[in-house]
């Protein structure tokens, strides 16, 4: 048996993954979230650096891969044998945002950095034994999964894969997929239990109800679908509802000793709403509170959030024990609300269910604020893998006995059946998103030729389809190929430089190639250069308001619209959908104000778009110009230019690497 590295005994599913690792063989661990997989990228990990093997980790989200190489530096701050913090090179990071020490045994990647290694130049990784895949069934998110099937689909046989995956039905056709593409032996380990058995409730008629019965007696009044009893002339039956109010809520989870809880909901402005609600009741002794408080103020201190308005009114919300969490704030800020709430002394935190994905985040209990959210096409129901994400978090592994997940629930919006449905059903199965993207096509092309499409039946969506569905597949990529073809990217024979351009510019290939090969990128200075490339990733709210007159964002409007013109009426001609994206100038005052050296604060006014979003869109900025900058097929004035303007974008709150070293 091999050597136990963790100081606690494993469990018989752990034990197995860890036999079939020392076995040499690939693994596919599909288990609840809670039940303890990370165990087994810690042990991969630890063993692959005991014989000198590099590994690669990959996760689903940024937040998740800077946690992750926090974790494992202070886990391996120095070569093997070398006491703690006599070096910082075991472990590196790639994000796009932010590179770290890449030639590190271990490095965590995001997919899609892993991804593009693969295809521009897969010789790096020929000195890897491991690559690692946090939360595998990422592959049927339906804009990132193809990047997660490619990156499994082109893993050169040579490296070991780790696959961990929530709960599961179809696990054994995914292991027999990536068995089937590698010729490899893939073992699977499925486990069911849960080790912190969850207990869940339910707020109904603002009463806490304990049971699925009991709901339908009580909630329901005993009618199981309010919204589809009528009166014989057709008019729908009005059952009294007496709203889900808080004070109930809280107070059963404070007396039961059920706190710390993460509060999830679906909207942004809903966190803030229910946070500052929440702050009206009483979660800290004077003790907690000064320690809460004491544990805040050193951390805005130290992420330079001091002065920050945000950080102000947080402290507010701070002193009673509670704190909200969404995209929209600072990335800093949600650094700071994410370890309150990790040192146990924040009581709630309210948040949106990314919270859920992957960052360890444990509490005692979990509240969901609704059953139903909003979709490209009006109100749904969760999905089952929804729900088990969010309620895993309740309970604690050897902290607590039980986990509790609360379930607020509105007869009028949802039916009883679908409750149940939401707790019994089966997991909804992963199924393949595949949908290469140009700049993969241009890749694969400069080393195989119209011979590319060899590959497709190797996919993930070969296997899973059949009939006219697997042939639209092959169709669809056969007409990309056939598009950039006819404009100019590849001969029948091999890239033209055009093609070698567009094959670096990931998501955004055609337009940005089109503009470069017109020499209307030339012109640009470092400025208009970013005012572009921030329009080019920017992707409006629903409902968003038209970005307000601005002189450079007219000119380079300008500038856009023959060839965005062109590649439309290329891609309607070639039936390809979604088209390429056209850009959105709703951040350029606020840009370019930021390149004249503003203040952050100057620039959150200038926009209507909330700070975490100004930050998300110009690190991607900063992403897209670096492609820009590094590229060996791009002429040499425009790579400077690129640099630049990174360069002047790239400090103090967008400074994403920079954030990372202070933590």
């Not at 409730?201 to 009893?229: M, P, T």
Request: overall charge positive.
């Amino acid at each position: 048996m091999p050597p136990a590295i963790h100081p606690f005994p494993y469990d018989p599913f752990q034990q197995r993954a860890i036999d079939v690792i020392e076995s040499g063989a690939s693994l596919f661990v599909a288990a609840p979230t809670g039940s303890g997989k990370t165990v087994l990228a810690d042990y991969v990990i630890e063993r692959a650096f005991e014989r000198r093997q590099r590994l690669i980790y990959t996760a689903p989200i940024k937040a998740l891969s800077n946690q992750k190489f926090r974790d494992f530096t202070a886990r391996h701050p120095g070569p093997p044998g070398t006491r703690a913090g006599a070096g910082g090179n075991q472990v590196g990071i790639m994000t796009g945002d932010v590179t770290i020490n890449p030639t590190a045994p271990l490095v965590i990647m995001t997919t899609e950095i892993y991804r593009n290694t693969l295809l521009e130049d897969i010789e790096r990784l020929a000195g890897y034994a491991w690559i690692i895949f946090d939360e595998v069934h990422f592959l049927d998110d339906p804009e990132r999964g193809t990047v997660w099937e490619e990156a499994i689909l082109f893993t050169p046989p040579h490296i070991n894969l780790l696959a961990l995956s929530a709960t599961i039905p179809n696990v054994q056709e995914l292991a027999q997929w990536i068995r089937a593409v590698h010729q490899r032996p893939v073992e699977v380990i499925e486990e069911t239990h849960r080790p912190v058995p969850l207990s869940v409730r339910f707020q109904c008629q603002n009463r806490i109800l304990a049971g699925a019965e009991e709901l339908k007696r009580a909630g329901y009044q005993g009618v199981e679908d309010w919204g589809r009893l009528r009166f014989r002339h057709g008019q729908r039956r009005q059952f009294p509802l007496h709203p889900n109010r808080l004070e109930p809520l809280i107070r059963e989870l404070h007396d039961r000793d059920q706190l710390p809880c993460i509060f999830f909901t679906f909207g942004r402005r809903r966190t803030e709403e229910l946070a500052w609600e929440l702050s009206g009741f009483p979660l800290l002794d004077a003790k907690e509170r000064a320690a809460l408080r004491a544990l805040f103020d050193e951390l805005c201190a130290r992420y330079q959030l001091t002065h920050d308005r945000g950080a102000e009114a947080l402290g507010r919300l701070i002193d009673r024990g509670v704190g909200f969490h969404h995209a929209g704030m600072l990335p800093t800020l949600k650094e700071v609300l994410e370890r309150c709430f990790t040192s146990r002394l924040m009581k709630v935190i309210v948040t949106t269910e990314t919270f859920a994905l992957g960052v360890n985040m444990p509490a005692r209990s979990v509240v969901l604020d609704a059953l139903d959210k909003r979709g490209p096409h009006g109100f749904r129901l969760l999905r089952r893998r929804e729900f088990q994400q969010m309620a895993g978090r309740a309970g604690r592994r050897g902290m607590d006995a039980e986990g509790f997940v609360y379930l607020r629930v509105n007869p009028r919006h949802v039916s009883y059946p679908e409750v149940l449905h939401l707790l019994q059903a089966t997991p909804e199965p992963v199924q393949s998103r595949f949908n290469t993207a140009y700049a993969t096509l241009l890749n694969l092309y400069r080393h195989r030729g119209r011979s590319l499409l060899d590959m497709f039946p190797k996919t993930l969506y070969y296997a899973q389809t059949s009939g006219a569905q697997r042939q639209q597949g092959l169709d669809l990529m056969q007409r990309k190929l056939d598009l950039l073809e006819a404009m100019g990217y590849l001969t029948r024979t091999a890239l033209t430089p055009k093609g070698e351009f567009g094959a670096w510019v990931y998501g955004y290939e055609l337009l940005i190639t089109e503009l470069h090969a017109q020499r209307r990128l030339a012109g640009l200075d470092p400025v208009a250069l970013a005012v572009l490339m921030t329009a080019v990733v920017y992707e409006p709210r629903p409902g968003a308001a038209l970005p307000r007159s601005h002189h450079l964002s007219k000119r380079l409007a300008a500038l856009c619209r023959e060839p965005l013109s062109r590649i439309h009426k290329e891609e309607t001609r070639f039936r390809i959908a979604p088209k390429t994206k056209s850009p959105s100038f709703h951040l350029s005052h606020a840009m370019e104000a930021w390149m004249g050296a503003a203040p952050f604060d100057r620039i959150a006014r200038l926009c209507d778009v909330d700070e975490g979003e100004i930050v998300r869109y110009f690190r991607m900025a900063v992403q897209l110009l670096r492609q820009l900058a590094e590229m060996p097929a791009g002429d040499a004035a425009l790579r400077a230019t690129a640099e630049k303007a990174m360069r002047r974008i790239n400090r103090d709150v967008i400074d994403a690497e920079a954030q990372l070293r202070l933590g």
